[in-house]
């Protein structure tokens, strides 16, 4: 297996700086296709910065981004047929009802699976004609990643997917996650500031404090530790 399809992504001494503050500093990451790998930090620390990156929504200063083998930037529309990318607290389609972003959004892609779109909503248990604007943060976020998922992208990157929402929920919508990507395949790459919430869930962790990367390790041996 070439290099390219043995890695979704890799992150070599990334630097990115927003004036005098460093928000990442010589970061390497790795991450295996078919895994999932949970990007751990306090608030502040640099994960969105990280996960933006990865994202193709910003160029990091020094080091170099690769997404399945290529500059997420450069080739932005090769990178971004391959991935979808989730933003944390995304709210942009409050005016519409989930029938009609379902509606918006199959056009725009050939290997939209509406089996998979039915199968979500239903599991989910999302209404089809209410707005999007009305629904619980929890109802939100599921609805945001049943549509990414319909998509069938080889990488689902998700910036704290989870912000909002209680314990409970947290948990509930970590296993949904998991259980949602049965059939699918895909390579995860997922922020959060929680541990407890990737528990058991994620095959791998990456711990950023004051930007740097300090831990990157198998999720089972950090929990037994902790």
């Given amino acids: ?22 928000a990442n500093k010589n970061v390497d990451l790795e991450l295996k296709t078919g895994e999932i790998l949970a990007l751990l930090g306090e608030n502040g620390e640099g994960k969105t910065t990280a996960i ?27 990178v971004r047929e391959r991935f979808a990318y989730v933003a944390e607290l995304m709210k942009v389609y409050d005016w519409m009802t989930l029938a009609e972003l379902h509606d918006f959004l199959k056009p725009f892609y050939s290997n939209w699976n509406e089996d998979a779109f039915i199968r ?36 689902l990157i998700l910036d704290d997917p989870c912000l909002g929402l209680d314990t409970a929920s947290r948990r509930n919508f970590m296993e949904m996650l998991v259980d949602s990507l049965t059939g699918f395949g895909c390579t995860v790459f997922l922020s959060t500031h929680l541990i407890p919430e990737a ?18 390790e198998d999720a089972a041996a950090l929990l037994e530790r902790t």
């Fill in 1 to 22: 297996m070439g290099e390219a399809a043995q890695y979704a992504i890799k992150m070599h001494h990334v630097t990115k700086t927003f004036g005098k503050v460093v």
């Fill in 52 to 78: 933006k990156m990865a994202a193709g929504q910003m160029e990091p200063d020094a080091g170099a981004v690769r997404v399945f083998g290529l500059d997420p930037v450069r080739d932005g529309v090769r």
């Fill in 199 to 216: 528990a058991g869930i994620v095959d791998r962790v990456g711990i950023l404090k004051n930007g740097r990367l300090v831990a990157e």
């Fill in 120 to 155: 979500l909503t239903r599991g989910f248990g999302l209404p089809l004609d209410r707005k999007l604007g009305s629904f619980s943060r929890g109802m939100y976020a599921k609805s945001v990643l049943a549509a990414a998922l319909c998509r069938e992208p080889e990488l």
